[in-house]
Structure formats: structure tokens, C-alpha cells
């Protein structure tokens, strides 16, 4: 099972996950005839942003993560989006399964703060996969081949994909993380004041700091 290769066939939100999820569909191959009886299957997801251009506005709000655009040159290298796993069943050949990919849209990430700064166009990702193969010899022998390390593909994600996944999840929303004390301060504040929501709150002392 030294043939075994793995291509991205598209990429949609699962609709019914619990946290945002990422279905990566992948084609799997064997090569012809051969026989897999199962596959434990390891998947580290990584950024590389390198690989397109951006607006005037996309670099203004990825200033945070690269820098100046004159540094880009430096700062813009590969990060790490996600690690995923699956279990694919049996097959002969080759087969496409779904590879879930569990997504957040916390600012704090730096892959979810990368995604949110993009208007438009796709995302430049590499797929490196290892794991587990099970299968037969020639002989009727249980066979376990590790998949071969340099087995990767590459994807460019529709930025519109990530978008209405996260819409799905969060719709017009977006989440922002701040320390115990901090929400304890703002949740008097609301109080205090008679506000009915964070929401109001926020916009309050926003107001009140002026443009």
C-alpha cells in the first residue's frame, strides 16, 4: 500500500455539527486493484498565505499578523489552520470520504483572524497526511503499512465557503475573548447603567470615547 495518494474534491460546512465544522472531501487512491481494509487517517491543515495577492483593505487588517507589506516578504510563510482525523472504511481502489475539520472564530487564532481579514478569492492551504493502513498480502497475512510522509495535497478554499459556514454558526456575529476581570467590569457596567445587553454596553463605551 505504497501508492496511496489523497486529493481535495471540495469543501463544505457540516449543518448539523455541534462547534463550526469544515467537511473536507477527499479522494483516496490505492492504486488499481489494491485492497485497503481500513485506514486510521492523520491530517495536519496548514495556511500558505504566501501563495496569493490581496487588497489594500486585506492588508490593512493583516497588519496585526504580517506586519508592514514591506516585511511581507519575511513574515508571510506557512502557519498551521488545524489538525483533523478520520477512519476510512474499507475499499478497493479508491474511495472519497469527508474529512471533518473543526473551525473557530476566535481573533486570538491566528488562522481564524487571517480568514475573517479576507474579502474575497481563496484560501491557500497544504493537506499533510499520516496514519495507518490495514490491509492483506499475498499471502492472507494482516498487513499494517504507515502512510508514506510525503503524501500531501493542496486546496484553495473559497473564502465564501469559510464565510457561510461561520454565517451558519454565528450568523452576523462574531466572538471576541476577554480576560475573567474584564467581563466581570463590563457586566457592571451594563448594570449600572440600565443596559439590557453586552451588545449595548460595548457601544456605550465606544460612544463615550469618542471617534
Not at 486529493?7 to 490505492?30: F, I, K, M, Q, W
Not at 491566528?110 to 490495514?134: C, Q, R, W
Not at 497475512?141 to 510525503?150: I, Q, T
Request: charged share 20%.
Amino acid at each position: 500500500m505504497n501508492q496511496l495518494s489523497f486529493e481535495v474534491a471540495g469543501a463544505e460546512a457540516d449543518r448539523y455539527a455541534a462547534v463550526p465544522t469544515l467537511n473536507v472531501r477527499l479522494h483516496v487512491s490505492a492504486g488499481a486493484g489494491a485492497d485497503v481494509h481500513a485506514l486510521s487517517l492523520r491530517c495536519q491543515i496548514r495556511i500558505e498565505p504566501q501563495r496569493r495577492r490581496y487588497t489594500r483593505a486585506e492588508e490593512e487588517r493583516l497588519l496585526g499578523l504580517f506586519g508592514e507589506t514591506p516585511r511581507w516578504g519575511d513574515t508571510l510563510r506557512p502557519f498551521l489552520w488545524a489538525h483533523a482525523s478520520a477512519m476510512v472504511p474499507g475499499f478497493v481502489g479508491f474511495t472519497e470520504v469527508d474529512l471533518p475539520v473543526p473551525c473557530t472564530y476566535d481573533f486570538e487564532v491566528a488562522a481564524a483572524k487571517y480568514m475573517h481579514s479576507l474579502d474575497d478569492g481563496e484560501i491557500p492551504l497544504v493537506l499533510l497526511f499520516n496514519g495507518t493502513a490495514f490491509g492483506r498480502s499475498a499471502d492472507g497475512a494482516l498487513r499494517v503499512d504507515p502512510v508514506p510522509w510525503h503524501c500531501e495535497s493542496t486546496y484553495r478554499l473559497p473564502v465564501a465557503v469559510w464565510r457561510a459556514m461561520m454565517d451558519l454558526y454565528f450568523p452576523n456575529q462574531g466572538w471576541l475573548r476577554l480576560p475573567r476581570h474584564t467581563l466581570d467590569a463590563l457586566e457592571r457596567y451594563k448594570s449600572v447603567e440600565g443596559l439590557a445587553t453586552m451588545e449595548q454596553a460595548v457601544e456605550a463605551l465606544l460612544k463615550a470615547g469618542g471617534p
